[in-house]
């Protein structure tokens, strides 16, 4: 079974991102909106809870085991963080949360040496 789980990681948005804050996506229905109600509560899941939740939203009938048999994108492809101006810090369990890059909590994550940090996944190459 395959897993998008990172570990004292955060994601920073994408340097294309066209935002420089988070922003609410407002279309019902779409990744980004599903994700983002979905992380309303910090910490309470981790990225393969939140892919296979999304999924499952959208109408998805896979359980989880079939639906992690193949690869996934990690959260480094998710809207949020391309699009949206999100940041996504996992902590040492591997659970999420999602963070406004103009907020308090980024920087100290930003600046801790102990923290990983990997940029958002382009959307034009």
């Given at each position: 079974m395959h897993t998008t789980i990172y570990r004292d990681t955060l994601i920073t948005p994408a340097p294309d991102c066209p935002?420089?804050?988070?922003?609410?996506?407002?279309?019902?229905?779409?990744?980004?909106?599903?994700?983002?109600?979905?992380?309303?509560?910090?910490y309470a899941m981790t990225s393969d809870d939140l892919l296979?939740?999304?999924?499952?939203a959208r109408g998805g009938d896979k359980n989880r085991e079939e639906f992690f048999a193949k690869p996934q994108?990690?959260?480094?492809?998710?809207?949020?963080?391309?699009?949206?101006?999100?940041?996504?810090?996992?902590?040492?369990?591997?659970?999420?949360?999602?963070l406004d890059p103009q907020g308090a909590d980024y920087r100290?994550?930003?600046?801790?040496?102990?923290v990983k940090k990997t940029a958002g996944m382009r959307s034009k190459r």
């Open positions: 935002v420089s804050q988070g922003t609410i996506p407002e279309k019902p229905g779409t990744i980004a909106t599903v994700q983002h109600a979905l992380l309303a509560k910090p296979h939740e999304t999924h499952r994108a990690c959260l480094r492809a998710s809207p949020l963080v391309k699009q949206f101006g999100w940041s996504v810090h996992h902590n040492s369990e591997g659970r999420i949360a999602l100290r994550l930003l600046d801790d040496p102990a």
